[in-house]
């Protein structure tokens, strides 16, 4: 009370204002904190649903101008305490070229180029803002820390009051990544289309890939043939069928006509291939001709003298039902060989008979049988 007493009224005043200046200031800023953080629910306001046109109206307009803005709003008066220098004011806004070091620093840095440190996901084409301090965050990721935490401090940093700026860094990175990996998906396809293109038309070293080559280029060939045949496939196949057979025909005409009928030395000599050729079967009825022995033995029995066998001017040997029965169900007026569809002309051969073969010659026939039925 004495100091009271003794004090002046100047010195009282000034008291009195200091307190009330320390009051305001409280007020302001650690109630308004206090009140804030007990009730976070109230900044979130229900927005009204909006028109997905006026959406995507939108969307375009942002996309279009994705021009860098401030996102803070203006900073609140200062209180008398900073006014009296009691308290120290804050910091000024930061300038343009502020920010351009600040956003400099946070390049260098990659923050845009690393998930966001408060989701751990990837920033793609989602808003993202860029605070003082030069780290980079997902604005609804930093909105939420500041509701929930109650605090306006940065989550890598600590540093309060500071600034944020909407960038569009992380955006820009996505849509090249974007766009390189679709050029190198387009660069791809040009590259394995002209590939394709370059073996359809270069013949490979490959033996297999060449076989595939060239049975692909036949394919193509055959298809474009009958593609562009304008009349039916099956008339058209016919009409070849009947040109082969007519040209057989005639082939087979002209051969008749230059065949003449064999001398004696002619039969001699292919009575020689036959002994050198050692078959002893008919071709006709798989069994066996007459031995070298009936060959040069006369006397033998009935089957064998009823079956006799035929030389042909081919050099075959047959027997002469079996020859006589094709020949009558042949449909040609004259019949070819059996075995190698020839023009003949025939010889039966008698086993008595040593006009036909001569004593050497049925010695080598013997010698050959011999040979051909091995020791027992």
Known sequence: MATRKGSTPKASNKLVITSVAFQDHITRTLLRSEFSRSDPLPRCKRKAPRNPRARKEDRGLQRQEEAEYVLDSAPPPLTLAQKLGLVASPAGRLTEDEWTRVKARSVQQGESAHPCAICREEFLLQPQVLLSCSHVFHRACLQAFERFSGRKCCPMCRKEQYETRVIHDAA????????????????????????????????PKDKKLRRKFFEAKLQELNDSFVRYCHTDTEAFL?????????????????????????????????????????????????T??????????????????????????????????????????????????????????????EPASSKRLSYSEAEMLSEASGSQEGPE
Request: aromatic share 8%; net charge positive.
């Open 172 to 203: 820009h990175l996505f849509r090249h990544r974007c766009a390189t990996r679709i050029q190198a998906c387009w660069r791809g396809y040009v590259a394995r289309k002209r590939y394709r293109t370059l073996r359809k038309s270069v013949c």
């Open 238 to 286: 016919s009409d070849i069928n009947r040109s082969l057979s007519s040209s057989r025909r005639v082939f087979q005409q002209l051969e008749r006509k230059h065949i003449s009928e064999p001398h004696e030395n002619d039969w001699d000599r292919i009575q020689r291939q036959v002994i050198q050729r050692g078959v002893w079967d008919c071709p006709i009825c798989l």
């Open 288 to 349: 066996a001709l007459c031995s070298p022995s009936l060959l040069t033995e006369a006397g033998t029995s009935s089957h064998h003298q009823h079956r006799q066998t035929v030389l042909l001017s081919c050099t075959h040997l047959f027997h002469q039902p079996c020859l006589e029965a094709f020949e009558t169900f042949a449909i040609e007026s004259r019949p070819s060989c059996p075995l190698c569809r020839s023009a003949y002309h025939k010889k039966i051969i």
